[in-house]
């Protein structure tokens, strides 16, 4: 079992800047996480994904630039910077773990993963 508690959530303004944190308690080893984010009246989308060493990350096309995923494996906790915020950004994030140890590379499927925290807001404001 994985238990995900993010924060960092909060109203900024377009253009500025956000840090979202994922802690992560019980089962991490070798799993890879992601953040995912759902849209009022919208589907649940994928966002960014990590595998446990770091060395593979992968993004959505329209963050792309713009956020960076990582992760301190000591602290078991999940980042997502996000930089020149647009309104297009606002929406519920979501920090979402895999049960299969060491993947090599990182689904894109909500499907996939196991484990989800209860999500944090983010509103931009334009």
């Known amino acids: 079992q994985v238990h995900l508690v993010e924060s960092g959530g909060g109203l900024v303004q377009a253009g500025g800047s956000l840090r979202l944190s994922c802690a992560a308690s019980?089962?991490?080893?070798?799993?890879?996480m992601a953040w995912f984010r759902q849209a009022p009246g919208k589907e649940r989308d994928f966002v960014a994904g990590?595998?446990?060493?770091?060395?593979?990350?992968t993004y959505a096309d329209s963050v792309k630039g713009r956020f960076t995923i990582s992760r301190d494996n000591a602290k078991s906790t999940l980042y997502l910077q996000m930089n020149s915020l647009i309104p297009d950004d606002t929406a519920v994030y979501y920090c979402?773990?895999?049960?299969?140890?060491?993947?090599?590379?990182?689904?894109?499927?909500?499907?996939?993963?196991?484990?989800w925290g209860q999500g944090t807001q983010v509103t931009v404001s334009s």
């Open positions: 019980g089962r991490t080893f070798g799993i890879v």
């Open positions: 979402a773990a895999d049960r299969i140890a060491f993947r090599r590379d990182v689904p894109r499927s909500g499907a996939t993963y196991d484990y």
């Open positions: 990590v595998t446990y060493s770091g060395g593979s990350t």
